[in-house]
């Protein structure tokens, strides 16, 4: 079966320093999104991607953060200074094209961990 | 604005109770209605949706929900719990646009003992 995969499980990083996470969503899929989650609390949208550009992004994605397809394949998310409340786990989503349902298929998640 | 409520942030039953975790929803037009599984360590899993077909809604491992739209509500049940069912769940809401992004709720966590 078809899954988004996420890398990587887990990134220890410093303060201040840039973070990339990487996601494959499903390959007929064309909108993708990103989410986090702090631990113990709710899962937060970060932004929404369609056909090579943002179409909806949260207050909380600010200038720190920023999205790209790089290739036909893969989806990343960059965090340029990781601060100490960027701790989360980080989940990547893709939607099936044609679908109005909003059906979103999520990978295992990045845990990341700002030191 | 669209929101999700889940009332409950922790609820425990005993193994082959009832399962009731409540989930009612805000929103101006028809919504779109989920519930995700969070096990341990893992991904957010769908255990069932709703877009607009029937009411009651059967998902995955016994469990179930209903959209009553007079009570802007979508609880998920399942008529006897096992302990494998111990997780986060979460109820997330969609619109019928294109492209919109799910919002989730806070999320209750099961607890099941035995």
């Known amino acids: 079966e078809p899954e988004v995969t996420q890398t990587p499980s887990h990134q220890v990083t410093q303060m201040g320093q840039e973070v990339i996470l990487r996601c494959v969503p499903i390959?007929?899929?064309?909108?993708f999104y990103w989410y986090r989650q702090i631990l113990g609390q709710k899962v937060e949208f970060l932004v929404s991607?369609?056909?090579?550009?943002?179409?909806?992004k949260s207050e909380i994605f600010d200038d720190q953060f920023s999205v790209e397809r790089p290739d036909g394949s893969n989806f990343t998310l960059k965090i340029r200074s990781t601060k100490l409340e960027d701790s989360a786990m980080y989940f990547c989503?893709?939607?099936?094209?044609?679908?109005?349902?909003?059906?979103?298929?999520f990978g295992e998640g990045s845990r990341l961990t700002v030191l | 604005a669209q929101s999700v409520t889940q009332l409950g942030s922790h609820v425990s039953v005993s193994e082959g109770a009832l399962v009731l975790l409540r989930c009612n929803y805000s929103?101006?037009?028809?919504?779109?209605l989920f519930w995700y599984v969070q096990y341990p360590n893992q991904g957010l899993q769908l255990l069932l949706k709703?877009?607009?077909?029937?009411?009651l809604v059967k998902g995955i491992n016994g469990f179930e929900a209903e959209f009553k739209k007079s009570e802007t509500s979508f609880h998920l049940t399942k008529p006897s719990a096992h302990m494998s069912d111990a997780a986060e769940y979460f109820c997330?809401?969609?619109?019928?646009?294109?492209?919109?992004?799910?919002?989730f709720g806070k999320g209750t966590t099961l607890s099941v003992s035995s």
């Open positions: 929103s101006s037009v028809p919504p779109y």
């Open positions: 709703y877009t607009s077909a029937a009411t």
């Open positions: 989503a893709s939607r099936e094209t044609g679908s109005n349902t909003g059906e979103l298929f």
């Open positions: 390959s007929n899929h064309l909108y």
């Open positions: 991607f369609y056909n090579n550009e943002i179409s909806e």
């Open positions: 997330a809401v969609s619109f019928n646009q294109a492209g919109t992004a799910l919002i």
